[in-house]
């Protein structure tokens, strides 16, 4: 049976899920609740100074994208940072680390970009016990009005400058929480390094308003008449964290930097899917929130059963087997050629996949034969896309299939090559005739 236990900068938890800061991890009660369902490891809701905690709103805090079952594709949040005393919030962490020894509590921090404010909290911070901490530099509304979050998650020279601090005034491990509101993610990873942290997590939230009340004229969440710009989580941003994921995977100043990922992670597949680039355990936070603590019994129970599949005994055996897979878009072998097949035995003829091509693609699937209802493939149209697959309501019913060498292209009338060739020599690329 495999071993679905990790070590991520030393710190060992019973299993690569942790849940993410965020209203799940606010309290005592919360976290042991999630303990007691099974969670390898938290990362606190966000500490900030001493002294009077943030004030958030008294009215919604959060708006939302469903998909045509109402299912949640997408939480938008205003919420800030945590409201509570910062003492009674170290004090719990305290407590709950002594209860639960063998579970993982990292410590979510952000105070304003000054030095003795880092000082003073990571002493505090060191005190509980917990076993790392997490630079909170991804909020985008409400702490980076404040010079904190996102603000600072912007400006890599403001990362370095913050996690050499960290370094320097602290033994814990220091994870940095990245924010995808910027241009290029490697960038700030590469100066979380060149400031010392051992790690990065990400993705934080993205910026974002997810609706407009068309009665009263405002984005929701409303408070009194008005609505604010706020963080994007849930299986929407899992597309953006895992391309960003890869980045700093694949990049030659920060691979092997250890990564904990974040974004949309809803099962066991997610989880699996952010290991295979190169993360080292997963936070989640928007699953929980939909559907309770227990669901990480079923992330626990499906990708043990995936990896004794597989034959992998850990999550060491398969992370960042995909890296190497992925590729820029020059770099794809051109001579690789598919075309789309119908199974006629699952069709149930509701002809999406006709529409979606004919309307909006090659046309190259029909819907008439021998003046029935029908839908084939016609090879001399097909460029091998693969929109049909996507839109078609029957699984496997269409899939891609590759052409194999010798055979010719109904569509281009030349024959499939078995060599590997890509856009950096291809005759029509003239940078490739310039080198010439």
């Not at 250890?258 to 099962?267: A, L, N, R, V």
């Amino acid at each position: 049976m495999a071993d679905l236990t990790t070590e991520f900068l030393g710190i060992r938890s019973p299993n690569p899920f942790w849940l993410a800061s965020a209203p799940p991890t606010d309290k005592a009660y919360n976290v042991e609740r999630a303990f007691e369902a099974g969670w390898g490891g938290v990362v606190w809701k966000t500490l900030g100074e001493a002294g009077p905690p943030v004030v958030n709103v008294n009215g919604p805090r959060y708006g939302a994208i469903w998909g045509a079952d109402r299912r949640l594709l997408g939480l938008n949040n205003i919420e800030l940072i945590t409201d509570r005393d910062l003492e009674l919030n170290l004090r719990e962490m305290t407590e709950v680390k002594k209860r639960w020894p063998d579970r993982t509590i990292i410590a979510s921090l952000m105070v304003p970009c000054e030095e003795e404010p880092w000082k003073a909290i990571l002493a505090r911070v060191a005190e509980t016990g917990v076993d790392g901490v997490e630079l909170n530099f991804g909020c985008p509304h409400g702490m980076s009005e404040r010079g904190m979050g996102s603000a600072v998650g912007q400006v890599p020279e403001y990362i370095e400058m913050v996690a050499r601090w960290c370094k320097q005034y602290s033994d814990l491990p220091v994870i940095v929480k990245l924010t995808p509101n910027i241009t290029d993610i490697r960038y700030p990873a590469r100066a979380a390094k060149a400031g010392g942290a051992d790690a990065v997590s990400l993705i934080n939230t993205v910026s974002s308003i997810t609706a407009v009340d068309l009665d009263s004229f405002a984005p929701e969440p409303t408070i009194d008449g008005k609505g604010s710009h706020g963080g994007y989580c849930g299986p929407a941003v899992k597309p953006i964290a895992l391309n960003m994921v890869a980045e700093i995977a694949r990049d030659a100043e920060t691979a092997g930097l250890p990564i904990s990922g974040i974004g949309g992670i809803t099962t066991w597949r997610d989880a699996a899917e952010y290991i295979a680039l190169g993360c080292g355990n997963v936070q989640v936070c928007t699953a929980a929130m939909t559907y309770g603590f227990k669901i990480v019994q079923e992330m626990i129970s499906g990708l043990s059963d995936y990896m004794d599949e597989k034959g992998f005994t850990s999550i060491e055996d398969f992370r960042g087997r995909a890296v190497p897979n992925v590729t820029d878009w020059q770099y794809l072998n051109l001579n690789y050629v598919t075309k789309a097949r119908i199974d006629q035995d699952k069709c149930i003829s509701c002809g999406r996949c006709h529409i979606a091509c004919e309307d909006t693609s090659h046309q190259a699937i029909t819907n008439m034969v021998d003046g029935k209802r029908h839908f084939e493939v016609i090879d001399a149209e097909c460029v091998g896309c693969n929109l049909c697959v996507n839109v078609c309501p029957v699984e496997d019913c269409i899939s891609m299939v590759e052409l194999p060498a010798g055979e010719v292209d109904a569509r281009t009338g030349q024959t499939v090559r078995e060599d590997y060739a890509n856009w950096t020599t291809h005759p029509n690329n003239p940078s490739a005739r310039a080198a010439e």
